[in-house]
């Protein structure tokens, strides 16, 4: 994290890579030694789906049920970054593998990615996030900006609003500039004209960079987008967004 101080609090990175996925460089612990000194109370720990080049082998999403759910202070949500693969929704959680995963998984972001699924049509990219949503596990569209996959924002933002999803937004793609930034704010204005909640998170692949959410703080404030959208801002929305996957999912969690 940076010296420069966001203008909001947020308690809450659920993108976040360790060593398992092979191009990120911090340990689970030192993830959350970081997060606890710097005001993050509940973290995602979302190593890459499957599917992706270097992804951790499906053993490393299986055991982590082993994993104690604090670690230095620190509420960790077993997750994954899945990647779609299709324009049907598939994810690269394996259907034989499905009841393991999702016994097991507390979290779920879903990810386009050029290695895993080919850029097509504006049709297909939409269609592949409104499949993916069918999927009652599914809690965020992850670093949905990306010029490669352009897709409807106005459906997708819809969709998130009425199954009760979340829409990322993510610092490191903010950071790569305007063009990723006048995307996400027309993302935004989706999300504000139908009450799409989002996250506000990392995607850190070193520990330093968890919970320095400069860039997309700035664009939030810069655009007037409204605070009770935000979810990691505030402990109660939060919370709350969490009871509401559990009546989804009928999968209990522990805070």
Same mark, same amino acid.
């Given at each position: @994290?940076?010296?420069t101080?966001?203008?909001? %609090?947020?308690?809450?990175?659920?993108?976040?890579?360790t060593?398992?996925?092979? /191009?990120?460089y911090?340990?689970i612990t030192?993830?959350c030694?970081?997060?606890?000194?710097?005001?993050?109370? $509940?973290l995602?720990?979302t190593d #890459?789906?499957?599917? @992706?080049? +270097?992804?951790p082998?499906?053993? /490393?999403?299986?055991?982590?049920? =082993?994993?104690?759910?604090?670690l230095?202070?620190? %509420?960790v949500f077993?997750g994954?970054?899945a990647?779609i693969?299709?324009p049907d929704?598939?994810? +690269?959680?394996?259907?034989d593998k499905e009841?393991?995963?999702y016994? =097991?998984?507390?979290?779920?972001?879903?990810?386009? #990615?050029?290695?895993?699924?080919t850029?097509s049509? %504006?049709?297909? #990219?939409?269609?592949? $996030?409104?499949?993916?949503l069918k999927?009652?596990?599914?809690?965020?569209i992850s670093?949905s900006?990306?010029?490669?996959f352009?897709?409807? !924002? +106005?459906e997708?933002?819809?969709?998130?609003a009425?199954s009760g999803r979340?829409? &990322?937004?993510?610092?490191? %793609?903010v950071e790569r500039g &305007?063009?990723?930034?006048?995307? $996400?704010?027309r993302i935004?204005?989706?999300?504000?004209?139908?009450?799409t909640?989002?996250?506000v998170?990392?995607?850190? #692949? !070193?520990?330093? /960079?968890?919970?320095? !959410?400069?860039?997309?703080?700035?664009?939030?404030?810069r655009i007037g987008?409204? &605070?009770?959208?935000i =979810?990691?801002?505030?402990?109660?929305r939060?919370?709350g $967004?969490?009871?509401?996957?559990i &009546?989804?999912t009928?999968?209990?969690?522990? =805070?």
């Amino acid at each position: @994290m940076t010296d420069t101080q966001t203008v909001r %609090r947020y308690i809450t990175d659920m993108h976040t890579h360790t060593v398992a996925s092979t /191009h990120a460089y911090s340990t689970i612990t030192e993830n959350c030694s970081w997060a606890g000194k710097h005001g993050i109370k $509940y973290l995602g720990m979302t190593d #890459h789906g499957v599917a @992706m080049q +270097d992804a951790p082998d499906t053993w /490393h999403f299986e055991n982590l049920r =082993i994993l104690p759910d604090f670690l230095e202070g620190v %509420r960790v949500f077993k997750g994954i970054e899945a990647n779609i693969l299709d324009p049907d929704g598939s994810l +690269d959680i394996y259907p034989d593998k499905e009841p393991i995963y999702y016994n =097991i998984l507390e979290w779920v972001n879903v990810s386009l #990615h050029v290695q895993t699924f080919t850029p097509s049509t %504006r049709h297909e #990219h939409t269609q592949a $996030y409104l499949n993916a949503l069918k999927n009652k596990y599914v809690d965020v569209i992850s670093h949905s900006e990306s010029p490669k996959f352009d897709y409807d !924002f +106005d459906e997708v933002a819809r969709a998130c609003a009425d199954s009760g999803r979340l829409i &990322e937004v993510n610092e490191c %793609r903010v950071e790569r500039g &305007e063009v990723q930034c006048e995307r $996400y704010k027309r993302i935004l204005d989706c999300c504000v004209k139908y009450g799409t909640r989002i996250t506000v998170s990392s995607d850190a #692949h !070193f520990y330093t /960079h968890i919970g320095a !959410f400069e860039q997309a703080d700035s664009l939030l404030t810069r655009i007037g987008f409204p &605070e009770e959208l935000i =979810i990691n801002t505030d402990e109660e929305r939060f919370l709350g $967004y969490i009871k509401e996957r559990i &009546e989804r999912t009928g999968k209990q969690c522990t =805070i």
